[in-house]
């Protein structure tokens, strides 16, 4: 195919675009399975951006697994917080790519991004607005997905704003070794709190103890009685919940908070394949108690994205916060890396490698 421009003949590339898509919309009450989605190889891109557009198109390299995209695969009759996915099209997630082509004035050929992409090899990018340039290109890119990306903006905006936390506070943290609970546990660990995590193996619990420096972690799947495992590891009650879990966790958690105990609702996975969900019985405790229980939303927290990122590269690089990430190679393993979210299957961030360069 060929374009003129400027007087010249370009030759404008054009490339089969191997892609992931959803078949169908999922019924809310199963767990999603890798025959819900599949690889498409028959498209092709041409890799420049429509001639006045302000569109970006990049090169993916890494995709994210993230457990809210389960929710996405459900056609909802009243409109979600985030828009369904529409079968027969990419699956979107967060991603980093490099930028192939712009018609943008804030992104160049070359430069590294991250932010809303599809799970394809090459994504024209048209809305921007939340779109990221990639300042530090001195760390792992794939952490923009992971530590320095959505997961960790999350963390940080749960914890530091949502959690109120103060130095000696008692900290359990549920999902503890994915993507938010690890770095979760090591700002909690670094504002001198004591910390405990839930995971559901012993080789996380093992990681939690011994690589992410929590004082404390328990399997929960081992675990006959959550309060009593609680209770063993906080004798003296909670003050902060980060839930990542909800279900009969919540129920335990509540059941030990300390007074004035704050409670951050982040996410509820056990809830995510359930059509009816759990009951929560030990809400009385929240007013005896006088607990703050809120919910929160990583993307109304973006204004401070560039505070989080310079505080937590420094962290980073002063040794003081390390991060687990599980890694797929290539789009065809991605349909089971996201269904082993819900299974547990992930130690550490999900994340999907479709190119390194
Ligand atoms: N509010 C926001 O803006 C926001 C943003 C990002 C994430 N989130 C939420 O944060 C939570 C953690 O997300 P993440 O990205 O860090 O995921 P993740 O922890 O890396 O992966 C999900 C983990 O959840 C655990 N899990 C799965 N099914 C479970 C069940 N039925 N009961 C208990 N645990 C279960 C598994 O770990 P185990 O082996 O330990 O069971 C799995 O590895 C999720 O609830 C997510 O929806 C919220």
């Known amino acids: 195919m060929s374009g003129r421009e400027g007087g010249m003949v370009m030759e404008e590339e054009v490339m089969v675009n191997r892609k992931v898509v959803l078949k169908h919309h999922l019924p809310p009450d199963r767990m999603p399975k890798e ?8 498209d092709t891109v041409r890799l420049r951006v429509p001639s006045g557009s302000t569109a970006v198109l990049v090169k993916n390299l890494y995709l994210s697994c993230d457990p809210y995209m389960r929710s996405r695969m459900t056609k ?3 409109p979600s917080y985030v828009p369904d996915f529409v079968p027969g099209t990419p699956i979107s997630s967060h991603g980093v790519g490099k930028v ?7 992104f160049k050929v070359g430069d590294y991004v991250w932010g809303m992409t599809g799970w394809e090899e090459y994504s024209l990018i048209t809305s921007t607005e939340h779109l990221i340039k990639i300042n530090h290109t001195d760390v792992p890119l794939s952490y923009y997905i992971g530590i320095l990306g959505m997961p960790g903006l999350t963390a940080y905006a749960g914890f530091y704003e949502i959690c109120s936390p103060k130095k000696g506070e008692y900290v359990f943290i549920s999902a503890a070794s994915g993507a938010v609970g690890q770095l979760v546990g090591q700002f909690a660990k670094l504002m001198g709190c004591y910390v405990v995590g839930s995971a559901g193996s012993d080789e996380k619990v093992n990681l939690l103890k011994n690589k992410l420096g929590f004082h404390e972690a328990f399997n929960y799947k081992k675990e006959p009685d959550l309060n ?3 209770k063993r590891c906080f004798p003296e009650g909670i003050d902060i919940y980060f839930e990542n879990v909800g279900g009969a966790m919540l129920d335990a958690v509540l059941a030990n908070m300390r007074l004035n105990g704050r409670i951050a609702v982040c996410g ?25 229980m809120q919910g929160f939303l990583v993307s109304n927290y973006y204004k401070c994205y560039r505070e989080f990122e310079e505080k937590v590269v420094q962290y980073m690089k002063e040794g003081k916060i390390v991060y687990i990430e599980d890694i797929a190679e290539g789009l065809e393993n991605a349909p089971s890396a996201l269904t082993g979210l819900f299974a547990g299957r992930n130690v550490g961030k999900q994340l999907i490698v479709v190119a390194r360069e």
Do not use: F
């Open 268 to 292: 509820m996975i056990s809830q995510y394949n359930l059509g009816k969900h759990d009951g929560v019985h030990n809400l009385l405790a929240l007013i005896a108690k006088c607990i703050r």
């Open 76 to 78: 909802h009759d009243e």
């Open 100 to 106: 192939l082509d712009s018609g943008h004035p804030d």
């Open 35 to 42: 025959s819900d989605m599949e690889l498409v190889a028959t």
């Open 228 to 230: 009593k495992a609680l």
